[in-house]
Nanobody, 122 residues
Framework: QVQLVESGGGLVQAGDSLRLSCAAS????????MAWFRQAPGKERAIVAA????????TYTDSVKGRFTISRDNVENTVYLQMNSLKPEDTAVYYC???????????????WGRGTQVTVSS
């Protein structure tokens, strides 16, 4: 079992930066792929970025490439999402998720946090 708790969201202006953190508990964290998803009002939850258990592989949705960076610390059991050059369209609830492998779709993820709100004003 893995419990995930996100933090670091907030209200920022366009062009600002934020770093989201996801603290995980459970012995299997180091063996799981981790991902950040986001869900804007009226839209489906969609992947933002994912990272393999050993940080060798990462993947990003096209709209955040070059602006967002996912990373993890398997000693601290934490995964991060560094978000730079934020845009109003990045406004959403951001969720941390964990699963074996490195899937990119919602149904493949077994463990979810409750989310943290990111709001970017223009």
């Amino acid at each position: 079992q893995v419990q995930l708790v996100e933090s670091g969201g907030g209200l920022v202006q366009a062009g600002d930066s934020l770093r989201l953190s996801c603290a995980a508990s459970g012995r299997t964290f180091g063996s799981l792929g981790m991902a950040w998803f986001r869900q804007a009002p009226g839209k489906e939850r969609a992947i933002v970025a994912a990272i393999s258990w050993n940080s060798v592989m990462t993947t990003y949705t096209d709209s955040v490439k070059g602006r967002f960076t996912i990373s993890r610390d398997n000693v601290e059991n934490t995964v991060y999402l560094q978000m730079n050059s934020l845009k109003p369209e990045d406004t959403a609830v951001y969720y941390c998720a964990a699963a074996p492998g490195l899937p990119t779709t919602v149904p493949r993820y077994s463990y979810w946090g409750r989310g943290t709100q990111v709001t970017v004003s223009s």
